[in-house]
């Protein structure tokens, strides 16, 4: 079978009662049920390329199933390729960031490796919808199934997830590549309207940010002790420790434990438990600058402070759709060893293992409780949901002015916003500001934990995605050609 369907157990809505209050969760539900009975029993359909690791796959987990808890017939499946096809995806995913990526070609010889991939793929799934559906379809890797979809009398969205705010060659070169998939689909959905090509029908454009789940294994409520004998345990916190009794909530509802350490990479032990902590979660991708956060912390924050930085990612084989983990932290790693022993005695790589998805979650769930402040120093981003999981936990961020990070964090409001990503000594600065200044570091992480409960939970986005269904819906019956 070359289609992976991903099981999503339904979730009771109101769960998010007591957090949004009752006049927003009574709307929520109100559009919910409205939603449910327009669909009349019709599917839809996500249709992506991992069902673990990254941002797309946890909301996915989260979206499906408050919209399964409501009566909404929605599944999801993942499709397959081979390292050669998720090398190709991987160089458009680059281009629509406006980064050459591996520098490889997007050409006919491409373009019949993506077309060839999907085909194998298109024929199930096909299968799986009738006219009158709707699916789905997200990010580069799934475009080439859009047109066979619209030919089989489905309803066709094409979610991208990535962008650029500023178009180059490098991001026209993977529009080039992609358009011929997409001109005609239904709706496009993008986190930020700047990230649209100008080819895009303006009247089939939405803009829906993404959101966190805060039930999740990665955002669900821990007690200091039990996020201080998490990080002992799997070697990220000085002091070891047995196995830790405490629980996290796996997505099918039942308890886990964290059984797995981490792997580090690190001159010494550990950082100690009272130490401040710098600490960015993220893919092993270049346009996360991993190795420019580690050298701008050794140079310009290392020698004022007592601080320590941890770079944490997934291990590099976690992630099927990503084939340049593994030379983006061999980078990192050569890049590390290279610095003076007093810096990289406080910086510590750790690669979380992927092996158990929710465990892993609880893992990065404890370092961003934990952590002081919470970077994102990308060099472009999509969204970076990283961001609005260290706001829910009241972290300052600090955070590159690009893509969707400036759509999170209003600057010295509820996180400091860097507005030259390659900018070493003024990323190092606005972390040296908030060490300085613990007052002003709880300030901004009260103020996110505000504004990420109002813009990035779950009920406005999947509010705004039923209104993007009844929209189409209303255009498909006016327009059945």
Request: aromatic content about 6%; glycine content about 8%; overall charge negative.
């Amino acid at each position: 079978m070359a289609l992976q369907e991903v099981f999503v157990r339904a979730l009771a809505p109101e769960r998010l009662t007591a957090l949004i209050g009752p006049e927003r969760a009574h709307r929520f539900l109100a559009t919910a049920a409205a939603t449910e009975a327009g669909l009349a029993g019709r599917l839809v359909l996500n249709v992506n390329s991992t069902a673990v690791g990254g941002g797309v796959a946890e909301m996915l987990q989260t979206l499906l199933a408050y919209a399964r808890g409501v009566g909404v017939d929605t599944r999801w499946v993942v499709v397959e390729g081979n390292p050669e096809f998720f090398g190709i995806t991987k160089r458009v995913h680059n281009g629509l960031y406006g980064m050459p990526g591996d520098g490889g070609p997007l050409g006919a010889d491409e373009r019949r490796v993506y077309e060839a991939t999907l085909h194998s793929n298109a024929a199930e799934l096909r299968a799986l919808v009738r006219p009158g559906d709707f699916v789905l379809l997200h990010d580069p890797q799934t475009a080439g199934l859009a047109p066979g979809l619209r030919r089989a009398g489905v309803t066709v969205v094409w979610r991208c997830h990535v962008g650029i705010d500023r178009p180059n060659g490098h991001a026209e070169r993977a529009w080039d590549f992609l358009r011929r998939y997409l001109e005609d689909v239904d709706a496009y959905v993008f986190s930020c309207e700047q990230f649209a090509p100008p080819w895009i029908d303006r009247s089939r454009l939405e803009v829906i940010p993404p959101s966190i789940d805060p039930f999740s294994a990665k955002n669900e409520p821990m007690e200091p002790d039990e996020v201080a004998r998490i990080l002992q345990y799997v070697g990220l916190l000085d002091g070891g420790g047995a196995q830790p009794v405490a629980t996290f909530t796996r997505r099918d509802g039942s308890p886990g434990r964290v059984n797995r350490h981490v792997d580090i990479l690190q001159t010494g032990p550990p950082p100690p438990v009272e130490a401040p902590l710098v600490l960015q979660a993220s893919r092993w991708d270049s346009l996360k600058d991993m190795r420019g956060v580690m050298e701008a912390f050794a140079e310009h924050v290392a020698p004022r402070s007592d601080a320590h930085l941890v770079l944490a990612g997934p291990a590099v084989h976690g992630v099927a759709d990503d084939p340049e983990a593994a030379g983006i932290l061999a980078d990192c790693v050569q890049g590390w060893r290279r610095l003076p022993h007093a810096a990289r005695s406080r910086i510590h790589l750790a690669c979380v293992p992927m092996t158990d998805p929710d465990e892993a979650a609880a893992i990065v769930n404890a370092l961003q409780r934990h952590c002081t402040i919470a970077a994102q120093k990308s060099l472009a981003e999509g969204f970076g949901l990283t961001v609005a999981e260290a706001m829910w936990k009241s972290r300052p961020v600090v955070g590159s002015a690009v893509g969707g990070i400036v759509e999170q964090i209003v600057d010295r409001e509820s996180g400091l916003l860097v507005d030259d990503p390659t900018d070493p000594v003024a990323f190092g600065d606005a972390l040296q500001v908030l060490l300085d200044d613990p007052a002003e570091a709880t300030r901004l992480g009260a103020n996110a934990r505000t504004r990420a409960c109002e813009r990035f939970l779950g009920d406005r986005h999947l509010e705004q995605w039923a209104a993007l269904l009844a929209a189409r819906d209303v255009r498909a019956a006016a327009s059945p050609a």
